[in-house]
């Protein structure tokens, strides 16, 4: 089993930046993803991005890429999501996903993120 709870969520300017964080406790594998997703209101779940916990296989949404930035702390079980040049379109609730058997398992509760015009 794997717990994942993200932070970091908030309302910012257009042309803002935010950094989502998502700490992992259970059992990781390294040769396990961690990913975001986010959903706006009356839309599709959406990926965003994903690392594998190992480092690497980075993959990103064409809307968000050269804007944010996947990472991982192994030491500290979490994953972030740094979020630059944030527009209004990014508005939604973030959710960090975990992998088991290469497939989207475990969910965080999510977090809100608001981008104002």
């Known amino acids: 089993q794997v717990q994942l709870v993200e932070s970091g969520g908030g309302l910012v300017q257009a042309g803002g930046s935010l950094r989502l964080s998502c700490a992992a406790s259970g059992r990781t594998v390294s040769g396990e993803f961690m990913a975001w997703f986010r959903q706006a209101p009356g839309k599709e779940r959406e990926f965003i991005a994903k690392?594998?916990?190992?480092?690497?296989?980075?993959n990103y949404a064409d809307s968000v890429k050269g804007r944010f930035a996947i990472s991982r702390d192994n030491g500290k079980n979490t994953v972030y999501l740094q979020m630059n040049s944030l527009k209004p379109d990014d508005t939604a609730v973030y959710y960090c996903?975990?992998?088991?058997?290469?497939?989207?398992?475990?969910w965080g509760q999510g977090t809100q993120v608001t981008v104002s015009s």
């Open positions: 690392i594998r916990w190992s480092g690497g296989n980075i």
């Open positions: 996903a975990a992998t088991m058997g290469l497939r989207y398992v475990y």
